[in-house]
């Protein structure tokens, strides 16, 4: 009885084997922490040649180890070569597996680099762009096999998310996930926005000096902003047209919707105005979230975070 039970759970969740390689600095890290919100069990750098084993063991463990990811490091030659053979091996032996490749443009990378002061393990003594030019070399191969590449360049950490919440998840993907995403138009526009606002006109608190170094999500600042009658005209407008847009998109069948909100730098106006769509998307019910880019590129001081 207990042995039918089981077959009949693995026939209902069959085994998936995810294999996760790509570029140093492409996100491999966040993308393994969303695979495990959705309940896998992630390895990380486990030497290629012990993945056959692995998988093995994994299935012989009596449906307790259903969903895994396997974070692989193929920046060296021996394992490189290893990691050729091991797929070859699973594809001999009828092994099923996705391949996830995280990348990201040469530029981000080296930025994501310099910001965190770290050397490029290609290239330590080297510049970081040289590192990165072998590696991309050395995995081309890699990523021309894989059956999913995610470019991380310009996605926010909640698209991200929902990419692989759409690649790994189960289920839900008839609801529609709202992204609000306040930045700064001097860091960069997002490239990934469905709408793009512009807030700089309205009244600016970084020229009051005790809210310079507050977001616009502290009561105090908010409520400076809010107080001025272009503020509270553009927000009525600005219900009604979320009020049409978003029901239509849903509508429409669009699995994810990202509004996107700029002011000068990402601190004051645009986290006011991206704060407010949220709770009001929030309170109708929608599945909706939000990140603020590039708040913490400023001199912050206070700043009330969003449960979300």
């Known amino acids: 009885m207990n042995s039918e039970t089981g077959e009949q759970a693995d026939a209902a969740e069959p085994f998936r084997l995810v294999i ?52 692989v490091d193929v920046r060296s030659r021996e394992f490189f070569d290893v990691f050729v053979h091991t797929l070859e091996v699973l594809d001999r032996d009828d092994v099923p597996y996705e391949m996830l490749f995280m990348d990201a443009s040469d530029e981000t990378i080296i930025r994501r680099y310099k ?32 059956t999913y590449v995610i470019d991380t360049s310009d996605l926010a950490k909640a698209t991200l998310r929902d990419k692989i919440h759409r ?14 995403l306040s930045f700064g138009f001097k860091f960069g526009m997002p490239l990934d926005a469905d709408l793009v606002l512009d807030v700089r006109f309205l009244p600016n608190p970084f020229y009051v000096e005790e809210m310079r170094h507050k977001s616009g999500a502290v009561p105090e600042v908010a409520a400076y902003i809010a107080k001025w009658p272009v503020t509270q005209e553009f927000l009525s407008r600005l219900d009604n047209m ?60 206070e700043h009330v975070r969003e449960e979300c």
């Open 20 to 71: 996760m390689p790509g570029m140093s600095g492409g996100g491999k890290t966040q993308a393994s922490r969303y695979l495990e919100d959705l309940g896998y069990f992630c390895v990380d750098n486990l030497p290629p040649i012990f993945i056959p084993k692995f998988v093995e063991l994994c299935k012989h463990a009596g449906g307790h180890v259903g969903k895994v990811v396997l974070v």
């Open 115 to 146: 910001e965190t002061r770290r050397r490029h393990p290609m290239a330590p003594s080297a510049r970081i762009s040289a590192g990165v030019a072998k590696e991309r070399e050395r995995l081309a191969l890699v990523r021309a096999k894989a």
């Open 167 to 180: 690649l790994f998840g189960l289920g839900g993907g008839d609801q529609m996930n709202i992204n609000v």
């Open 242 to 301: 979320m009020d049409f847009l978003v029901p239509q998109y849903v509508k429409e069948g669009k699995s994810q919707l990202v509004i996107a909100v700029g002011c000068t730098g990402g601190l004051h106006r645009s986290v006011f105005t991206a704060k407010h769509i949220y709770d009001r998307l929030a309170g109708q019910g929608y599945p909706v979230r939000i990140e603020h880019r590039d708040l913490m590129k400023n001199d912050v001081h």
